[in-house]
């Protein structure tokens, strides 16, 4: 069963930094472009950040761009969202995606893979 799970959400001051981790299991990364997405209480959910198979391309929206690195280690089947700068604004549920066929990167139907999610609060 291909599953993906993500860690790494909590409670964090303004300014302050996380890293969020999507681990697969029941598949092999390396051949899936793989992203993050969030959407916070009465808002759309957007697009964050995105990474094609082999690593060589990435988009960043432009609310996070600067901020936030995403990275992905085979080694580990592993995909890490590195967040510093933290804002009230990045408040929200983070998911972990996965897709074969994607034409269009951080666009949510592109990916067919989606994680449960994880909280993420910046709050003083």
């Known amino acids: 069963q291909l599953q993906l799970v993500e860690s790494g959400g909590g409670l964090v001051q303004p300014g302050g930094s996380l890293r969020l981790s999507c681990t697969a299991s029941g598949f092999t990364l390396e051949d899936y472009e793989m992203g993050w997405f969030r959407q916070a209480p009465g808002k759309e959910r957007e697009g964050v950040s995105c990474?094609?198979?082999?690593?060589?391309?990435?988009f960043y929206a432009g609310s996070v761009k600067g901020r936030f690195t995403i990275s992905r280690d085979y080694t580990k089947n592993t995909v890490y969202l590195q967040m510093n700068g933290l804002k009230p604004e990045d408040t929200a549920i983070y998911y972990c995606?996965?897709?074969?066929?994607?034409?269009?990167?951080?666009?949510?139907?592109?990916?067919?893979?989606w994680g449960q999610g994880t909280q993420v609060i910046v709050s003083s």
């Open positions: 995606v996965g897709g074969t066929f994607v034409h269009e990167m951080c666009v949510d139907w592109e990916y067919d893979y």
């Open positions: 990474i094609s198979s082999r690593g060589d391309s990435t």
